[in-house]
């Protein structure tokens, strides 16, 4: 679910923080993607082709852009999130939600792939857009790729959505320090707006709409204010409110992770025995995106470098794609990657 409507009071208070771009903007960039919601965006706008097929689609596009992806997966969901993963687990038609961050068949078979197509991946101790967070708070990657906005009240600088797998798409980007400054209030208060919008570590104010809740949050700043003033009887207040306890998610101290970050060339071969042999995916669909993926990137690498001989260029060396970039001194393990995660919205 993310934070309800949070895109649709954004649009009209804060349409400045919004700025439209093209996939190519980002060429030498790092960029963030929380998996789990990409994976589901193909399983749901495709349910017959397995989601590999759209994770590798989606990882060679950025690839031949030149972009820098890091795949953050999901660990164990916090207990406040119960109540949600159940719903939604049911809502699937899932036997039962994970509560463990135990990998999945589907997770092992997603990360086999990325590693085959040489792209580092992580494993978040809690929920990936967390993590995701704060790697672009820490310098570790420039920009998080999701269609959650709750990476937002987590403290993205910059959350980038609609990013699929067209050669050309536009993306939509969300800028966190122009959306504080235009709606004049501080990160805290933005958790708690989006607290009283709704999101999915609690129950939310019934009846209170996005704009409400902006003006209220303007006028008294924290919850504890709010609930003083809102007129109980149109707007109840939920019995024993764990308001606070979402509020420490969101604002929590960084997640304990070890990270080190390098690209490699995608292994073909292997990506067409695993892919084919394995998922029974067409050998001929498989090579032929490989060729167009060498084509295409050969081909923006040479428009690059002509405009950088006229001084054009704003991208980074392109030498330097193929390497370690950063490293931080911390501790995660990726072989327990998490399956369970919210259904995302589809644009």
């Not at 809502?91 to 463990?100: E, I, L, R």
């Not at 990360?111 to 197509?117: C, F, I, N």
């Not at 990506?271 to 001929?284: G, P, R, S």
């Amino acid at each position: 679910m993310g934070i309800t409507k949070l895109a649709d009071l954004i649009r009209s208070d804060a349409p400045d923080a919004i700025s439209r771009k093209e996939i190519s903007d980002y060429t030498g960039k790092v960029i963030a993607l929380d998996t789990f919601i990409i994976v589901n965006q193909f399983r749901a706008a495709t349910p017959r082709l397995s989601p590999l097929l759209g994770l590798f689609f989606r990882t060679l596009t950025l690839l031949e852009h030149d972009i820098k992806p890091v795949f953050v997966f999901d660990g164990k969901p916090p207990v406040e999130k119960t109540a949600v993963l159940e719903k939604r687990a049911e809502t699937a038609g899932w036997s039962f939600p994970n509560h463990t961050g135990a990998a999945s068949s589907q997770t092992k078979n997603c990360l086999q792939l990325l590693k085959l197509l040489g792209v580092p991946v992580i494993q978040a101790p809690g929920d990936a857009e967390a993590l995701c967070a704060q790697l672009v708070r820490e310098g570790t990657v420039d920009a998080v790729a999701s269609e959650d906005m709750d990476t937002l009240p987590f403290g993205a600088n910059i959350l980038i959505r609609n990013v699929n797998a067209k050669k050309d798409s536009e993306v939509v980007e969300y800028s966190l320090p122009k959306l504080l400054e235009k709606l004049q209030i501080s990160h805290q208060e933005f958790v708690d707006l989006c607290i009283l919008l709704g999101c999915d570590y609690c129950d939310k104010i019934a009846g209170l709409g996005p704009k409400r809740a902006l003006t209220l949050i303007q006028t008294h700043r924290t919850i504890e204010n709010v609930i003083l003033h809102v007129n109980r009887k149109t707007h109840p207040v939920p019995h024993f409110w764990k308001y606070n306890e979402a509020r420490k998610i969101f604002l929590g101290a960084p997640q304990s992770v070890t990270i080190e970050l390098a690209w490699t060339e995608p292994d073909e071969e292997a990506i067409v025995k695993f892919l084919c042999d394995v998922k029974h995916v067409k050998e001929n669909r498989v090579r032929h995106r490989m060729q167009t993926f060498r084509q295409v990137r050969e081909s923006k690498r040479e428009e690059r470098e002509k405009e950088k001989a006229t001084g054009c260029s704003r991208q980074t060396r392109i030498k330097d794609f193929f390497r370690v970039t950063r490293k931080r001194a911390m501790h995660v393990e990726t072989s327990d990657l998490s399956s369970d995660r919210k259904k995302p919205k589809l644009q």
